[in-house]
């Protein structure tokens, strides 16, 4: 049996690799998780929700259903993202998807071909980098710094690049590293877009989880050629397995996801997306998102300040405004994929920044998950790590 070319090209999860050697290890203390807490999910809710949908809809939960999703649910997202996400749309923009992961595949699949050219923000979702990579375009990589996206590197990415075909970027606490974009930064980056013939795929799993600050513009909300697809997930607010997602885009490309994503999984499950429905029929999801937002909250200015405290002031950090990671940046020089062999054997696991990139060499940068760490775990662990990276700094 040969495999396609398409499966050549795909690299093993840097994720996976860290997982894999701290399976089992019930002391360990993981920075290197990338889930909500399962703690919050609001299962008593959840289970009333599921009780009454069984209640009323019987078989139908269990039938198939239409590829673009169940229309109650399309409806919700439609006002949704009218009304709170200051996206104005009809139905005909949204289609559900299997999590927001089915987006960049379809996403990938609708604009790549051999030889095109993807811009990514340096680093990026590892996810998507993987979705991305069997369809053989290149990749470009585009710094970002405080603000977001670095405007003049963009603007000669695209100017070098005449094959770019796909923008991805995450303008709200991106992973891994925590950063959100400012609005400016928002504004000249649709100003420089749309001067070019690229989809820009906008990939937003974080920003309900702003904990500080006020919320800003969607890119697809200053998109005024109909280029960005949005891509929203109910996986961080309310639970990652039920795997109940949307893209709000142009209509000609929420039309193309839908026939894809037929060929690509037939529906999302009727059952989640019906459970999905009636959670939000019969309860209050912004009261929800606030009690995870207070917890995540906690638990990252408590991570800020015991780096502030334990880590050699040479290791940069990012102080997120929101989602679920921040990003360190050792001295040049030190490998933090080397440097994980010593905070394993002390019991701490997190994630070397490398595979976040699309391209090798990046080895002093580390991904920190804090919405897994219960507090004395984030005191103990940081205090840990700092004493391993101390002496590696000597
Ligand atoms: N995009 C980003 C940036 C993510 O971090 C993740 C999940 N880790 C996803 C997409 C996939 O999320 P979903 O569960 O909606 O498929």
């Not at 440097?339 to 595979?355: F, H, K």
């Not at 060499?361 to 998950?369: A, D, Q, S, Y």
Request: glycine share 8%; charged share 25%.
């Amino acid at each position: 049996m040969s495999f396609s070319k398409r499966m050549s090209r795909i690299k093993p999860s840097g994720i996976r690799a860290v997982q894999k050697r701290i399976a089992g290890k019930s002391d360990m203390i993981s920075f290197a998780a990338g889930l909500p807490d399962p703690a919050l999910y609001p299962l008593e809710d959840l289970r009333k929700a599921a009780d009454t949908m069984l209640e009323k809809e019987g078989a139908t939960a269990f039938a198939y259903g239409l590829t673009k999703g169940y229309g109650p649910l399309l409806d919700y997202l439609t006002d949704r993202m009218n009304n709170r996400e200051h996206v104005e749309c009809t139905k005909e923009n949204i289609c559900i998807l299997s999590g927001s992961q089915q987006g960049l595949g379809l996403a990938a699949m609708t604009f790549l071909d051999e030889g095109d050219v993807v811009i990514t923000e340096n680093p990026s979702y590892l996810g998507a980098i993987n979705a991305f990579r069997p369809y053989g375009a290149e990749f470009v990589g585009v710094d970002t710094d405080d603000d977001g996206i670095v405007i003049e590197d963009l603007e000669r990415a695209l100017e070098e690049n005449p094959k770019t075909k796909m923008i991805y970027v995450i303008p709200n606490f991106q992973n891994p590293t925590g950063k959100a974009w400012t609005l400016e930064r928002r504004e000249r980056f649709m100003e420089v877009v749309a001067k070019y013939d690229v989809a820009v795929v906008e990939d937003n799993p974080y920003g309900d989880l702003r904990f500080k600050g006020e919320p800003l513009p969607h890119l697809r909300a200053l998109d005024k050629k109909g280029q960005v697809i949005y891509l929203g997930s109910f996986s961080k607010i309310l639970s990652p397995g039920m795997r109940v997602a949307w893209t709000c885009a142009s209509k000609e490309v929420a039309t193309a996801f839908e026939s894809l994503k037929e060929t690509n999984d037939l529906q999302s499950p009727e059952l989640t997306q019906m459970l999905t429905y009636y959670y939000l029929k019969m309860f209050d999801l912004e009261k929800h998102i606030e009690e995870i937002q207070v917890v995540y909250k906690e638990r990252c200015e408590l991570m800020v300040e015991m780096i502030q405290k334990y880590f050699p002031a040479e290791i940069k950090y990012t102080d997120p405004e929101g989602g679920m990671f921040l990003w360190l940046e050792l001295p040049e020089g030190l490998d933090s994929d080397a440097i994980l062999d010593d905070a394993l054997a002390a019991g701490i696991a997190y994630i070397p920044g490398e595979s976040f990139f699309s391209f090798d060499g990046v080895k002093n940068t580390i991904r920190m998950n804090f919405t897994m760490v219960k507090d004395d775990q984030i005191r103990d662990g940081i205090r840990i790590l700092g004493d391993v990276f101390r002496k590696h700094i000597g």
